[in-house]
Nanobody, 126 residues
Framework: VQLQAYGGGLVQAGGSLRLSCAAS????????TGWFRQAPGKEREFVAA????????RYTDSVKGRFTISRNKAKNTITLQMNSLKSEDTAVYYC????????????????????WGQGTLVTVSS
C-alpha cells in the first residue's frame, strides 16, 4: 500500500486547512487509517484515526472539536479537516494505514501502522 499525503501549507492562527491522504494498492475500506504529526524536536504523536467501516473515529484531546477525520470511498482517500488552527498545531503531518480484520477498530500507536505516507508540513503563524 502506498500513501500520498498532501494539502499542507502556511495558515494564520484561527484558519483552516484540509489534508488528504490518497491510497493506492488497497482500498480504504480494508484499512484502519490514522494521522500523526511530528513537531521539531518532539516525538511523533497521534492525531486522529478512523476505522475500516468509517463509523468509529478517535482524536487526541488537543484537537477534539477542531479536527475531523473522514474518508471518501470513491476517491480512496482519507481527509483531515483542521479548523481553528493554533500555533501548536505546527508540525509535519503523516497519514498511516494498516490492514484491519475487524471493521470497527481504530489504532493510536504508530507501532500498529505498517504503511506511511511521506508527510506534509503544516505551519500555523500566530
Amino acid at each position: 500500500v502506498q500513501l500520498q499525503a498532501y494539502g499542507g501549507g502556511l495558515v494564520q492562527a484561527g484558519g483552516s486547512l484540509r489534508l488528504s491522504c490518497a491510497a493506492s494498492g488497497s482500498t480504504v475500506t480494508m484499512q484502519t487509517t490514522g494521522w500523526f504529526r511530528q513537531a521539531p524536536g518532539k516525538e511523533r504523536e497521534f492525531v486522529a484515526a478512523i476505522s475500516r467501516d468509517g463509523y468509529v473515529t478517535r482524536y487526541t484531546d488537543s484537537v477534539k472539536g477542531r479536527f475531523t477525520i473522514s474518508r471518501n470511498k470513491a476517491k480512496n482517500t482519507i481527509t483531515l479537516q483542521m479548523n481553528s488552527l493554533k500555533s501548536e498545531d505546527t508540525a509535519v503531518y503523516y497519514c498511516a494505514s494498516n490492514y484491519a480484520r475487524l471493521m470497527n477498530i481504530v489504532r493510536e500507536s504508530p507501532d500498529e501502522y505498517q504503511n506511511w505516507g511521506q508527510g506534509t508540513l503544516v505551519t500555523v503563524s500566530s
